[in-house]
Protein backbone atom coordinates (compact mmCIF):
# COMPACT_ATOMS: atom_id res chain seq x y z
CA UNK A 1 0.00 0.00 0.00
CA UNK A 2 1.07 3.76 -0.88
CA UNK A 3 2.15 5.77 2.29
CA UNK A 4 2.01 9.00 2.33
CA UNK A 5 4.89 11.23 4.65
CA UNK A 6 3.57 11.99 8.40
CA UNK A 7 2.69 15.74 8.15
CA UNK A 8 4.33 16.87 11.09
CA UNK A 9 3.54 20.19 10.88
CA UNK A 10 0.22 19.51 11.29
CA UNK A 11 1.07 17.49 14.36
CA UNK A 12 2.68 20.40 15.59
CA UNK A 13 0.03 22.54 15.26
CA UNK A 14 -2.61 20.03 17.19
CA UNK A 15 -0.05 19.71 19.92
CA UNK A 16 -1.17 21.10 23.92
CA UNK A 17 1.45 19.80 25.58
CA UNK A 18 3.62 21.04 28.78
CA UNK A 19 6.99 19.28 28.10
CA UNK A 20 7.11 16.60 25.77
CA UNK A 21 7.28 17.58 22.06
CA UNK A 22 8.31 21.46 22.90
CA UNK A 23 10.21 20.97 19.70
CA UNK A 24 9.30 18.41 16.80
CA UNK A 25 11.97 17.04 14.21
CA UNK A 26 10.91 14.91 11.69
CA UNK A 27 12.73 12.77 9.33
CA UNK A 28 11.65 10.79 6.32
CA UNK A 29 14.70 8.67 7.17
CA UNK A 30 16.93 8.46 9.71
CA UNK A 31 18.84 5.77 11.10
CA UNK A 32 17.63 5.30 14.79
CA UNK A 33 15.31 7.79 16.51
CA UNK A 34 16.62 6.95 19.84
CA UNK A 35 20.28 7.75 18.50
CA UNK A 36 19.28 10.95 17.12
CA UNK A 37 17.87 12.11 20.39
CA UNK A 38 20.76 10.32 22.38
CA UNK A 39 23.15 12.68 19.94
CA UNK A 40 20.98 15.94 20.92
CA UNK A 41 21.70 14.93 24.29
CA UNK A 42 25.58 15.17 24.20
CA UNK A 43 25.00 18.57 22.52
CA UNK A 44 22.81 19.81 25.75
CA UNK A 45 19.55 20.12 24.12
CA UNK A 46 16.97 20.76 26.32
CA UNK A 47 14.60 17.91 27.60
CA UNK A 48 11.69 17.62 25.54
CA UNK A 49 12.40 17.19 22.12
CA UNK A 50 10.47 14.72 19.91
CA UNK A 51 12.28 13.05 16.68
CA UNK A 52 9.98 11.02 14.65
CA UNK A 53 10.56 9.54 11.24
CA UNK A 54 9.00 7.80 8.47
CA UNK A 55 11.68 4.95 8.24
CA UNK A 56 14.52 4.01 10.01
CA UNK A 57 17.85 1.79 8.23
CA UNK A 58 19.40 0.94 11.79
CA UNK A 59 16.50 0.38 14.09
CA UNK A 60 17.29 -0.78 17.20
CA UNK A 61 15.63 -3.22 19.80
CA UNK A 62 15.39 -4.59 23.59
CA UNK A 63 18.22 -7.06 23.88
CA UNK A 64 20.53 -6.09 20.98
CA UNK A 65 17.94 -6.85 18.46
CA UNK A 66 16.77 -4.71 14.95
CA UNK A 67 13.80 -2.85 14.86
CA UNK A 68 12.13 -3.16 11.62
CA UNK A 69 9.53 -0.80 10.21
CA UNK A 70 7.43 -0.71 6.53
CA UNK A 71 8.34 2.62 5.78
CA UNK A 72 5.84 5.03 5.91
CA UNK A 73 3.52 2.55 8.32
CA UNK A 74 4.53 2.80 11.21
CA UNK A 75 5.09 5.43 14.18
CA UNK A 76 8.92 5.74 15.19
CA UNK A 77 9.59 7.82 17.67
CA UNK A 78 11.94 9.24 20.43
CA UNK A 79 11.64 11.42 23.35
CA UNK A 80 14.72 13.25 25.01
CA UNK A 81 13.86 13.99 28.69
CA UNK A 82 15.91 15.13 31.75
CA UNK A 83 14.11 13.94 34.76
CA UNK A 84 14.84 14.88 38.21
CA UNK A 85 14.27 11.06 39.78
CA UNK A 86 17.36 9.22 40.85
CA UNK A 87 17.49 6.08 37.73
CA UNK A 88 16.46 3.40 40.03
CA UNK A 89 12.91 4.90 39.38
CA UNK A 90 13.41 5.06 35.89
CA UNK A 91 11.74 1.54 34.64
CA UNK A 92 8.57 3.14 36.29
CA UNK A 93 8.41 6.09 34.02
CA UNK A 94 9.72 3.23 30.88
CA UNK A 95 5.89 0.98 32.08
CA UNK A 96 4.46 4.79 32.59
CA UNK A 97 5.18 5.04 28.73
CA UNK A 98 4.00 1.79 27.80
CA UNK A 99 0.58 2.86 29.86
CA UNK A 100 -0.20 5.59 28.17
CA UNK A 101 -0.11 4.19 24.31
CA UNK A 102 -2.00 1.50 25.42
CA UNK A 103 -4.58 3.92 27.14
CA UNK A 104 -4.89 5.99 24.12
CA UNK A 105 -5.27 2.73 21.64
CA UNK A 106 -7.98 1.65 24.05
CA UNK A 107 -9.69 4.40 24.42
CA UNK A 108 -9.49 6.38 21.23
CA UNK A 109 -10.00 3.22 19.44
CA UNK A 110 -11.32 0.96 21.27
CA UNK A 111 -8.15 -1.89 20.83
CA UNK A 112 -7.84 -4.26 23.15
CA UNK A 113 -4.20 -3.92 23.44
CA UNK A 114 -2.12 -5.28 26.48
CA UNK A 115 1.13 -4.40 27.79
CA UNK A 116 3.69 -7.67 28.36
CA UNK A 117 6.24 -6.39 31.00
CA UNK A 118 8.36 -4.55 30.50
CA UNK A 119 8.24 -2.75 27.45
CA UNK A 120 5.77 -4.70 25.05
CA UNK A 121 2.33 -3.92 23.89
CA UNK A 122 0.45 -6.62 22.59
CA UNK A 123 -2.76 -7.37 20.61
CA UNK A 124 -4.59 -10.75 21.02
CA UNK A 125 -1.05 -12.59 21.68
CA UNK A 126 0.50 -10.46 18.44
CA UNK A 127 3.83 -7.75 19.15
CA UNK A 128 2.33 -4.65 18.12
CA UNK A 129 4.63 -2.51 19.63
CA UNK A 130 7.79 -2.03 22.18
CA UNK A 131 9.63 0.96 23.85
CA UNK A 132 13.25 1.27 24.33
CA UNK A 133 14.48 3.23 27.36
CA UNK A 134 18.32 4.63 27.24
CA UNK A 135 20.02 6.27 29.47
CA UNK A 136 22.84 9.19 28.94
CA UNK A 137 24.25 10.57 31.88
CA UNK A 138 21.30 12.72 33.22
CA UNK A 139 19.32 12.43 30.17
CA UNK A 140 17.02 9.82 29.01
CA UNK A 141 15.37 8.64 25.97
CA UNK A 142 12.20 6.93 25.39
CA UNK A 143 11.72 5.52 21.77
CA UNK A 144 8.50 3.93 20.69
CA UNK A 145 7.77 1.84 17.80
CA UNK A 146 4.30 0.77 16.98
CA UNK A 147 3.36 -0.87 13.80
CA UNK A 148 0.06 0.99 12.72
CA UNK A 149 -0.86 0.51 9.01
CA UNK A 150 -0.05 -2.06 6.43
CA UNK A 151 -0.61 -5.99 6.58
CA UNK A 152 1.94 -7.60 9.12
CA UNK A 153 3.37 -10.44 6.34
CA UNK A 154 5.95 -7.95 5.19
CA UNK A 155 6.81 -7.48 9.12
CA UNK A 156 6.73 -10.40 10.31
CA UNK A 157 9.47 -12.04 7.43
CA UNK A 158 11.91 -10.44 9.82
CA UNK A 159 10.71 -11.51 13.28
CA UNK A 160 11.01 -14.88 14.48
CA UNK A 161 7.79 -13.90 17.27
CA UNK A 162 4.33 -13.41 16.47
CA UNK A 163 3.12 -9.70 15.26
CA UNK A 164 0.78 -7.65 14.08
CA UNK A 165 -0.46 -3.95 13.25
CA UNK A 166 -3.36 -1.65 14.38
CA UNK A 167 -4.62 -1.72 11.10
CA UNK A 168 -5.20 -5.34 10.66
CA UNK A 169 -6.88 -5.73 14.59
CA UNK A 170 -9.32 -2.63 14.28
CA UNK A 171 -10.26 -3.50 10.72
CA UNK A 172 -8.95 0.35 8.54
CA UNK A 173 -5.98 1.93 8.49
CA UNK A 174 -5.75 4.75 10.95
CA UNK A 175 -4.20 8.26 10.54
CA UNK A 176 -0.82 8.11 12.05
CA UNK A 177 -0.61 11.52 12.74
CA UNK A 178 -3.42 11.50 14.95
CA UNK A 179 -1.73 8.31 16.82
CA UNK A 180 1.26 10.28 17.61
CA UNK A 181 -0.56 13.59 18.64
CA UNK A 182 -2.37 11.58 21.16
CA UNK A 183 0.30 9.53 22.41
CA UNK A 184 2.53 12.39 22.75
CA UNK A 185 -0.20 14.20 24.95
CA UNK A 186 -0.65 11.39 26.72
CA UNK A 187 2.95 10.59 27.29
CA UNK A 188 3.39 14.29 28.31
CA UNK A 189 1.06 14.14 31.13
CA UNK A 190 2.90 10.59 32.15
CA UNK A 191 5.75 12.50 32.60
CA UNK A 192 4.44 15.25 34.51
CA UNK A 193 3.27 12.71 36.77
CA UNK A 194 6.88 10.63 37.17
CA UNK A 195 8.08 14.48 37.67
CA UNK A 196 5.82 14.90 40.88
CA UNK A 197 6.81 11.91 42.22
CA UNK A 198 3.46 9.93 41.65
CA UNK A 199 4.90 6.21 41.11
CA UNK A 200 2.25 4.56 42.96
CA UNK A 201 -0.47 6.18 40.65
CA UNK A 202 1.80 5.74 37.77
CA UNK A 203 2.39 1.96 38.25
CA UNK A 204 -1.59 1.62 38.81
CA UNK A 205 -1.97 3.38 35.75
CA UNK A 206 0.61 0.81 34.17
CA UNK A 207 -1.21 -2.52 36.02
CA UNK A 208 -4.53 -2.17 34.20
CA UNK A 209 -2.97 -3.54 31.35
CA UNK A 210 -0.75 -6.01 32.10
CA UNK A 211 -1.16 -9.30 30.51
CA UNK A 212 1.51 -11.35 32.12
CA UNK A 213 -0.63 -11.21 36.06
CA UNK A 214 -1.44 -14.99 36.96
CA UNK A 215 0.61 -16.90 33.69
CA UNK A 216 3.32 -19.32 34.39
CA UNK A 217 6.70 -17.12 33.28
CA UNK A 218 9.75 -17.71 32.45
CA UNK A 219 12.19 -14.89 32.62
CA UNK A 220 15.92 -14.88 31.54
CA UNK A 221 17.97 -12.68 33.23
CA UNK A 222 21.31 -12.53 32.17
CA UNK A 223 22.12 -16.27 32.05
CA UNK A 224 19.52 -17.46 34.52
CA UNK A 225 16.22 -18.15 34.21
CA UNK A 226 13.44 -17.84 36.87
CA UNK A 227 10.38 -19.63 36.57
CA UNK A 228 7.21 -19.02 38.21
CA UNK A 229 3.51 -17.74 38.23
CA UNK A 230 4.00 -14.12 37.37
CA UNK A 231 2.43 -12.26 40.46
CA UNK A 232 2.44 -8.88 40.41
CA UNK A 233 3.88 -5.61 39.30
CA UNK A 234 6.03 -4.29 42.25
CA UNK A 235 5.34 -0.53 42.96
CA UNK A 236 8.94 -0.21 41.71
CA UNK A 237 8.00 -1.48 38.25
CA UNK A 238 9.64 -4.73 39.10
CA UNK A 239 7.76 -8.44 38.11
CA UNK A 240 7.08 -10.40 40.88
CA UNK A 241 7.04 -14.27 40.22
CA UNK A 242 6.34 -16.73 42.53
CA UNK A 243 9.03 -19.49 42.45
CA UNK A 244 9.57 -22.97 43.91
CA UNK A 245 12.09 -21.17 45.62
CA UNK A 246 10.09 -18.25 47.24
CA UNK A 247 9.19 -14.90 45.38
CA UNK A 248 11.57 -13.00 43.42
CA UNK A 249 11.29 -9.39 42.45
CA UNK A 250 12.88 -8.86 38.32
CA UNK A 251 13.59 -5.82 37.62
CA UNK A 252 15.32 -6.88 34.01
CA UNK A 253 14.65 -9.76 31.62
CA UNK A 254 13.23 -11.10 28.98
CA UNK A 255 9.72 -13.22 29.71
CA UNK A 256 8.56 -16.42 28.16
CA UNK A 257 4.79 -17.22 28.86
CA UNK A 258 4.96 -21.00 29.50
CA UNK A 259 1.28 -22.76 28.07
CA UNK A 260 0.56 -25.14 31.01
CA UNK A 261 -1.34 -28.55 30.31
CA UNK A 262 -4.38 -29.08 31.63
C1 LIG B 1 11.53 -3.46 21.63
O1 LIG B 1 10.39 -3.92 21.71
O2 LIG B 1 12.51 -4.19 21.52
C2 LIG B 1 11.71 -1.96 21.67
C3 LIG B 1 11.62 -1.39 20.30
C4 LIG B 1 11.84 0.11 20.25
C5 LIG B 1 11.91 0.59 18.82
C6 LIG B 1 11.89 2.09 18.72
S1 LIG B 1 11.57 2.64 17.08
C7 LIG B 1 11.92 4.28 17.55
C8 LIG B 1 13.13 4.21 18.48
N1 LIG B 1 14.36 4.21 17.72
C9 LIG B 1 15.01 3.06 17.81
O3 LIG B 1 16.09 2.78 17.23
N2 LIG B 1 14.35 2.22 18.62
C10 LIG B 1 13.15 2.82 19.15
Redesign the pocket.
Known amino acids: MPSEPLDATWCADQLHTQIVARRLLYYPRIS????EALRLADGGEPEGVVVV?DT?T??????G?R?Q?EPGQCL???LLLRPAAEPRLLPILSLGAAAAVAEVLSSRYGIAIVTKWP??LVIGGR?V????LERRGEAVVV???LNVNGRPDSLQAHIDRPLTTLEAEYGAPLPREEVLVGIIEKMDDIYRQFQAGDNVGLIHRYRKFESLLGQAVCVTVDTRQICGRAEAISDLGALVVATAQGQREITAGEVELLVESE
Open positions: STNDAQAGRGRQRWDLFSNDKGGLLGLG
